[in-house]
C-alpha cells in the first residue's frame, strides 16, 4: 500500500484495503502472482480471483459504473492474461454483496466461473423457488434505503432467482454460493434442511446450473448441524437420492442402538 496507495480502496475496511477495481495498473502484478501459483501447483484446476470478504469498496468504484461492473472487468482482466498460459483451468468470480446482482456492461470471459451468493437475503428455511419468503419484506425502509445507497438492495427469494436467470443470459458458468451449514447464521436454532436443499439442488438443475458450494462454518456447541453436511453432499451428487434411506442409515451410524429412540 506504501508504494501504490491508489492501487487500494480509500475505505479502510475490518480486514484490510479492497483493491480498486476501476484501476487496472495492479492487473499486471496480480497476473504475475497467480500464473507463478499456478505453475507450482498444476493440480489446480479453479482459482479463486474474489475481493476481500464485506464491503468497503472505494467510493470511486461505486460511481461512474456498477459495483459488480468494475469487479467483474478487473477480473476479466487478469484471467485474459492467463488463460493462455494454463488451458483447462477456471477461474472463479464470486458475485457478493453489493455486487451480486448481473453486470450491466460486461460479460465473463468463458474461463470464468460465477459463484453467486445468496447470503442474507435467502431465508434458509424455505427452498429459494419459493418467492413468498426472504427478508425484503421485513426490512424497515430506512435500512432497505441505507442498502440501496452502498448499492446493496434488499431482496427477496423472486430477486435472487431472476439474478441467477440473468447471470444465465451473460452465458455464465455459473454456481450457486450458499450457506445451508453456516451455523453463525443459525447459531441459536437447530434446523434440519435435507428438504429444502433437495428442492434447490433440484431447481439449480432444472436452471442448467453447474454446480453449487457451501459456506461451511460449523460451532463445536451445535452439533446438530452435522445431517445438513449429509445432505447436501448426497443431495450434491444426486437431487432424486431417497434421502429418507440414507437419513435412516446415517441416523444409525452416528446414534447405534440410540437411532431408535
Known sequence: YETYPDWFATVTGRRRRQIRFNNHA???LVAEAADAFLRENPEVRVFGLWPEDGRDFCPSDMTDIYLGDAVLGYVNAVVERLAPAHPGVQFDHLAYIGYRSPTQNTRPEPE????YCHYWDRTQTHPVSDHRFGV?????PAAAQARRDRQDPVNGHRDLCED????LDLDANLIVFSYYT???LRRHGAYHLADVIRADMRYYRTL??????????HLSEAPWGCQNFYAYARHLWDPDCDWDA??????RALYAEAADE
Open 182 to 184: 453456516d451455523q453463525n
Open 112 to 115: 470464468v466461473v460465477v459463484s
Open 164 to 167: 441467477l436467470l440473468g447471470w
Open 26 to 28: 495492479s492487473v499486471p
Open 136 to 140: 425484503k419484506a421485513q426490512t424497515p
Open 208 to 217: 442448467g446450473l453447474l454446480g453449487a458450494l457451501d459456506c461451511a462454518c
Open 246 to 251: 440414507l437419513f435412516d442409515g446415517f441416523n
